[in-house]
């Protein structure tokens, strides 16, 4: 019998999202019903409800989760009801080139439920990031559920399942930021403040907070900011300077765009020090384009220009290890939680989101 919840759907583009019933069918083989205890509210769900991610709708949303395992599929060995998960949106599929390679963080056959979740007149639904998680269950492959130390509460836990990670990951693992390095952030919403924290512990030394909304900056400096640029109003030229002004003149050697827009990853390109790094953490829209940039330029200042899907992590080794480190207190993951709202509260969330009130609003149930 499948499981009767109620869910976030995103059902047109543009349109604000409803509360819909979800079917959500038992675990098949490889599969696991998850009840989903915490899911956060991440820009990406607001992307997918305006069309910039694909045209899949009606999309069912929510993909920063944590839960217990309620059932698991034929097959599933190493996951029991009862366990506590973080969901990851990218399970590692072990044999193609990537994984094979001994990369499995850009593993390129990634696992999702066989199954839909459907509506109740079997529309099938498009999980967000193939988690959907704004529902009391949710059904995923079961490589998508990572155990970790049930002490860390679920709405804390579950921000690693997306944004947190993405932040925390593109400046340890994308930017390899190391001790000593100067690093700026630009865009210090979930994700940038996640970088900043990212550096931090990875040992940068300076690290400059970019953001056009002065709560976002202090926020930052709470995560480890060591300079503040507002950026509204200044040109792109204006924050390439400041990022030089706070690191002797020279640029960062790492430059992270958390909010991913042409000016934006502009910024960052002619920021960084010669033969420093852009990380591209931000997720663009399909539209966008990079115009008219001199290919001398890409030439002659050196370095590297990477992008970070999902911070490059690798869940089933991240997650367990940034759960031990905020639990011993070296990682502040609970200041991301900045409210706990009900499940029908995720567009008024993405109001606040959109007027930059929050840093994570997470769903409890
Ligand atoms: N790469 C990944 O795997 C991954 C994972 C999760 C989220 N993301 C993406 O990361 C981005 C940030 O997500 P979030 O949840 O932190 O969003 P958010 O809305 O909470 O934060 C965005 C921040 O950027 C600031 N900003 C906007 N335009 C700016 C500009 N031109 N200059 C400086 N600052 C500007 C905003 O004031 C805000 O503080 C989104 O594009 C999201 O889709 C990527
Ligand atoms: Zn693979
Ligand atoms: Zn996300």
Redesign the pocket.
Known sequence: MPYEVQGVVSRAKGEPVSLETVLVPDPGPGEAVVNVQACGV???DL?YREGGINDDFPFLLGHEAAGVVEAVGEGVTDLEPGDYVILNWRAVCGTCRACKRGKPWYCFSTFNAAQPMTLTDGTKLSPALGIGAFLEKTLVHSGQCTKVNREAEPAVAGLLG??VM?GLGAAINTGAVTRGDSVAV???????DAAIAGAKLAGATTIVA????DR?LTWAKDFGATHTVN?KGLSEEQVVEAMQDATSGFGPDVVID????P??WRQAFYGRDLAGTVVL???PTPEMRLNDLPLIDFFSRGGSLKS????DCLPSRDFPMLVDLYLQGRLPLDKFVTERIGVDGVEQAFER?HH?DV?RSVVTF
């Open positions: 991440c820009h990406t992307h997306c944004g993405a630009i865009g210090c919403g979930g994700v940038g970019i953001d056009m909304d976002k950026s958390a909010v991913g827009r000016e934006t953490v931000g997720v970070s899907w999902y911070g989101m930059g840093l």
